[in-house]
């Protein structure tokens, strides 16, 4: 069970936990079409910090301008709710789901004059794939589904339909006893993860997935930035699966996933089998930052 934290923020107001509720026949329930973000706040010395706030809330509203969702608040608005939300509930760590989601009114696909309404939840969550996977990396499977096509999912959105596909995989891989899925794109090459997008290492060069099927992920971007400062190479190209199977290190990225190694993927052992030295490096590197600990990077953390 989620752990409840006071209050939900719902479309300008504060509500108690258990009363931030929908109707059944709210239109997003049978459609799908709903934006939201995942973002995570941090303890740090000088209080709760969230990372990267202010490009969570521009992807959310990009998101919604992808499908002509007219959000009823500001950007500037959604931002300070965050924060306010984070406040209300005393939380000091904290996973925070904003979510964009077309109301109760009409039925049928065309979202026509429903109201657009808005939440934002935060709540305590830990390790998305265990805090074993964060030291010694996880085992991870090619799924039998693909993502959808460019022209099918609008991947630059972060949709809440677009998550069945993850789901697919996610079951498949869970079922065959692995920890998460890899999914490969329509062309056959490795796109991301159910929830996360992936780096490989190979000859001390990094590698990552370019903008085309996946989502433009936050943490994504944040990786190549520290590795770039830390001088290695990165290189957003293709790759393919026996490229991945052949890599010296992998691991997934994600606000909720952090940076989790992959230590194996279809039954082949990834480098050593334990998360690497580059792989090591980035995350010691990356956790110190949303953490607080490295001033240079403070301008990625908004204080609660
Ligand atoms: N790809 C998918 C499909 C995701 O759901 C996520 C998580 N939001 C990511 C990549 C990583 O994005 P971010 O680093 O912005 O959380």
């Known amino acids: 069970m989620v752990p409840k934290t006071e209050k939900i923020w719902m479309d300008g107001k504060f509500v108690n936990w258990d009363d931030a509720k929908v109707h059944v026949l709210t239109h997003s329930l049978h459609y799908g079409l709903a934006v939201f973000e995942g973002i995570r706040c941090y303890k740090t010395e000088k209080g709760p910090a969230v990372f990267r706030l202010k490009d969570h809330v521009e992807r959310l509203f990009k998101s919604a301008h992808i499908f002509t969702l007219k959000i009823p608040f500001t950007e500037q608005e959604i931002f300070e709710a965050i924060k306010e939300t984070i406040r209300v509930n005393k939380i000091d760590s904290c996973y925070i789901r904003p979510i964009v ?20 939840a935060v709540w305590n969550w830990g390790a998305y794939l265990g805090e074993e996977g964060l030291q010694k990396g996880i085992r991870v499977k090619t799924s039998s589904f693909i993502r959808n096509h460019v022209n099918s999912n609008m991947s630059r959105g972060k949709v809440a339909g677009y998550y069945v596909n993850s789901q697919l995989a996610k079951i498949e891989a869970i079922s065959c006893g692995f920890d998460e899925a890899v999914l490969l794109d329509t062309e056959g090459y490795v796109s991301e993860g159910s929830g ?54 992998a691991f997934f990225t994600g606000t909720a996933a952090e940076i989790t190694p992959i230590r194996e993927v279809d039954g082949r052992t990834i480098g050593s089998g334990s998360r690497g030295p580059i792989t090591e490096e980035i995350q010691k590197l990356f956790f110190d930052i949303v953490n607080g600990k490295v001033s240079k990077y403070h301008h990625w953390l908004d204080f609660v």
């Open 101 to 120: 989601f077309v109301g109760y009114g009409n039925m049928g696909v065309y979202p026509k004059n429903n109201p657009i309404q808005v939440a934002i």
């Open 196 to 249: 996360e997008n992936i780096f490989i290492v190979r000859k001390g060069i990094l590698k990552t997935t370019p903008l085309t099927s996946i989502l433009e992920g936050i943490t994504r971007d944040s990786v190549i930035t520290i590795a770039k400062d830390l001088g290695i190479e990165v290189r957003e190209e293709r790759f393919t699966r026996d490229e991945l199977y052949i890599s010296d290190e």
